[in-house]
């Protein structure tokens, strides 16, 4: 079993920038993939960015140049840094944990992007 835990998420200005969190605990190492979503009120949840184990990174062409995953192994969390926000940046963001045996989800960090 994998538990994820997001943090950083808040009402941040257009144009700033918040960097999200997500902690991870468990059977760590069974982990190959690592993603972040977001779902905005009234829409499916979307893809944001990922990285792998071996550290190949991927994102949503609406975010490409903006925002950044990466990971700190040691700490067991991976990161998004989001900057130049926009108003449709708004959602609830998600991570996500894959491994060969299930999907993990967090609970979810608001990010609200208004001036």
């Known amino acids: 079993q994998v538990q994820l835990v997001e943090s950083g998420g808040g009402l941040v200005q257009p144009g700033g920038s918040l960097r999200l969190s997500c902690a991870a605990s468990g059977t760590i190492f069974t982990i190959y993939g690592w993603g972040w979503y977001r779902q905005a009120p009234g829409k499916q949840r979307e893809l944001v960015a990922t990285?792998?184990?071996?550290?190949?990174?991927s994102y949503a062409d609406s975010v490409k140049g903006r925002f950044t995953i990466s990971r700190d192994n040691a700490k067991n969390t991976v990161y998004l840094q989001m900057n130049s926000l926009k108003p449709e940046d708004t959602a609830v963001y998600y991570c996500n944990a894959r491994t060969l045996a299930s999907n993990y989800w967090g609970q979810g960090t608001q990010v609200t992007v208004s001036s």
């Open positions: 990285i792998t184990s071996d550290g190949s990174t």
